[in-house]
């Protein structure tokens, strides 16, 4: 009787994860001799767990990666890529973040660029930080509909309070002098405050001239190179057109 008036209010205070694990505990014959002390222990742990596992899927969610599946443990290092593992595996420890520093991916259509920047995105989701992807076209157009329907200044402020955005695909086509703007907007508000990751088919060395090469593109490159770390894909054959071939085989799986 007890126990049953001890499970509803576990219940009523939504302590699911607790209440699933007592009742599965109590019916172990292996945790018949724990004390009272470790049950608890132990229940508290399945708790804090069940949590932790639904904010992650939140996080996961928000984040609305292209790439659901991506994930630093499945990163191909092969040496035609020219990507440092080692590298890939400090970033992995999220330093980066809390130092509110960016990652600049650039490289080749198809090299695995917003793979590589999903995974780090999931990385950072597993680490208890809040991502969004956006893939860069995308990001115009929302922030097109966002000034007609008067949302603009807050839809600038989910951006900038996101701890982690990545930019997918910067360069697709020539910007114009307000999506510039709408830009520097952008990388102003997070500067020192959130991180980035942008990939690009332009090498880094042609994000001025695309910026529009004066005042405009001065102030944008200022606030993204500085102190970013850079990965450069070398010309490799493509990874997406790989991974077309091996969907054919059940049970293959490669990176975008």
């Not at 995974?119 to 860069?136: E, K, N, S």
Request: hydrophobic share 35%; with cysteine.
């Amino acid at each position: 009787m007890l126990l049953q008036q001890t499970s509803e209010k576990m219940s009523q205070m939504r302590l699911h994860g607790m209440l699933r694990s007592l009742k599965e505990r109590l019916d172990r014959p292996d945790h018949q001799d724990l004390s009272v002390s470790d049950l608890f222990s132990l229940v508290v742990d399945d708790e804090w767990n069940a949590r932790e596992s639904r904010r992650l899927t939140s996080r996961l969610r928000t984040a609305q990666f292209k790439e659901k599946n991506a994930c630093i443990e499945d990163v191909d290092y092969r040496a035609t890529r020219g990507l440092k593992k080692s590298l890939v595996l400090e970033l992995a420890k999220n330093q980066w973040i809390e130092k509110k520093q960016n990652i600049l991916i650039t490289g080749p259509s198809g090299a695995g660029k917003s793979y590589l920047a999903q995974a780090l995105g999931h990385q950072a989701c597993r680490d208890g930080h809040t991502v969004m992807y956006l893939r860069f076209p995308k990001l115009l157009i929302a922030l097109t509909h966002a000034k007609a329907d008067g949302s603009y200044s807050e839809y600038l402020g989910k951006l900038a309070k996101t701890k982690v955005l990545i930019l997918d695909d910067l360069g697709l086509s020539p910007l114009e002098e307000p999506e510039q703007r709408d830009l520097l907007e952008i990388v102003e508000d997070r500067y020192a405050v959130g991180s980035t990751i942008i990939t690009s088919q332009l090498p880094v060395a042609a994000w001025h001239p695309f910026f529009g090469g004066e005042r405009l593109a001065d102030a944008i490159c200022d606030r993204v190179l500085h102190n970013a770390f850079r990965i450069e894909f070398s010309g490799v054959d493509s990874i997406r057109k790989e991974r077309a071939q091996l969907d054919l085989t059940p049970g293959n799986k490669s990176e975008n």
